[in-house]
């Protein structure tokens, strides 16, 4: 079955950077577009950076430019690095896909903070 399961969260302080990784396994990964969301507790889940198949990019406006998605079809995974980071960026951030229907995986924490 569809897994993605996301790693690298921490806790860094404001100006740093991080690389989150989501892995998966049980989909042909180089046909599907992957994603990027973060979601503050009480809030909304937001979209945050998408990769399509052929590697077209898309970012939200309040991360573009500090943070960078990538895509390893190879290795079957994606990255995000995040760098200037501000305590404004501290979330839950979820890897997801489409197949037919939504896959999310467990989510990874990310807390800005001095």
């Known amino acids: 079955q569809v897994q993605l399961v996301e790693s690298g969260g921490g806790l860094v302080q404001p100006g740093g950077s991080l690389r989150l990784s989501c892995a998966t396994s049980?989909?042909?990964?180089?046909?599907?577009?992957m994603s990027w969301y973060r979601q503050v507790r009480g809030k909304e889940r937001e979209l945050v950076a998408s990769?399509?198949?052929?590697?077209?990019?898309f970012y939200a406006d309040s991360v573009r430019g500090r943070f960078t998605i990538s895509r390893d079809d190879e290795k079957s995974a994606i990255y995000l690095y995040m760098n200037s980071l501000k305590s404004e960026d501290t979330a839950v951030y979820y890897c997801?896909?489409?197949?037919?229907?939504?896959?999310w995986g467990q989510g990874t924490q990310v807390t800005v903070s001095s």
């Open positions: 049980g989909f042909a990964f180089n046909k599907h577009g």
């Open positions: 997801y896909t489409f197949i037919e229907k939504n896959y």
């Open positions: 990769i399509s198949s052929g590697g077209s990019l």
